[in-house]
């Protein structure tokens, strides 16, 4: 057999029809199909989502944490080729100064330190010394992490 020489995507699929997992689904086609200027999509009957449901781009926000230090053009090419789309990648990368933050919040309870490109293109973290001491969990029902790493107290009953 030969090695198979393609990368894996930078994303996968969530288990969406598990028992308590919301991904903010439904009412897309309802409140559109009645709209006044009929699309294509409503005369024809389609029903397809305008919103892609169910991905994680975690692997993505871990390969961007592999390459900090590295030549911006190069990594921004190989997450491109290996994605669905490029929107999630600047997420967590600011192209300017305004965009800049020490960490971003993902999903519920998970956060990523906050990257940027500098005047030389090379990729860098917003605050490398931020650790997960810095940040406090806003409940105690969830489990925080900080680049995959768990924060926050223990909780005592």
Same mark, same amino acid.
């Given at each position: 057999?030969?090695?198979?020489?393609?990368?894996?995507?930078?994303?996968?699929?969530?288990?969406?029809?598990?028992?308590?997992?919301?991904?903010?689904?439904?009412?897309?086609?309802?409140?559109?199909?009645?709209?006044?200027?009929?699309?294509?999509?409503?005369?024809?009957?389609?029903?397809?989502?305008?919103? /892609?449901?169910? @991905? &994680?781009? $975690?692997?993505?926000?871990?390969? !961007?944490?592999?390459?900090?230090?590295? %030549?911006?053009? =190069?990594?921004?090419?190989?997450? /491109?080729?290996? @994605? &669905?789309? $490029?929107?999630?990648?600047?997420? !967590?990368?600011?192209?300017?100064?305004? %965009?800049?933050? =020490?960490?971003?919040?993902?999903?519920?309870?998970?956060?990523?330190?906050?990257?940027?490109?500098?005047?030389?293109?090379?990729?860098?973290?917003?605050?490398?010394?931020?650790?997960?001491?810095?940040?406090?969990?806003?409940?105690?029902?969830?489990?925080?992490?900080?680049?995959?790493?768990?924060?926050?107290?223990?909780?005592?009953?």
């Amino acid at each position: 057999m030969k090695p198979d020489k393609r990368k894996r995507a930078l994303y996968r699929k969530v288990n969406t029809v598990a028992r308590g997992v919301h991904h903010n689904s439904g009412s897309d086609f309802r409140f559109s199909r009645n709209a006044k200027n009929e699309t294509r999509e409503q005369v024809k009957g389609a029903m397809y989502g305008k919103k /892609k449901r169910g @991905l &994680d781009y $975690t692997p993505l926000f871990k390969f !961007l944490l592999s390459k900090i230090g590295q %030549e911006w053009d =190069e990594v921004f090419s190989e997450a /491109k080729s290996r @994605l &669905d789309k $490029t929107e999630p990648i600047f997420w !967590l990368v600011a192209l300017n100064e305004i %965009e800049k933050e =020490e960490y971003v919040r993902v999903g519920e309870s998970s956060y990523f330190s906050g990257m940027f490109v500098d005047e030389i293109g090379i990729l860098q973290l917003t605050n490398p010394a931020l650790r997960t001491e810095d940040l406090k969990p806003f409940c105690t029902c969830c489990t925080h992490t900080l680049n995959g790493q768990i924060f926050g107290q223990k909780h005592k009953k």
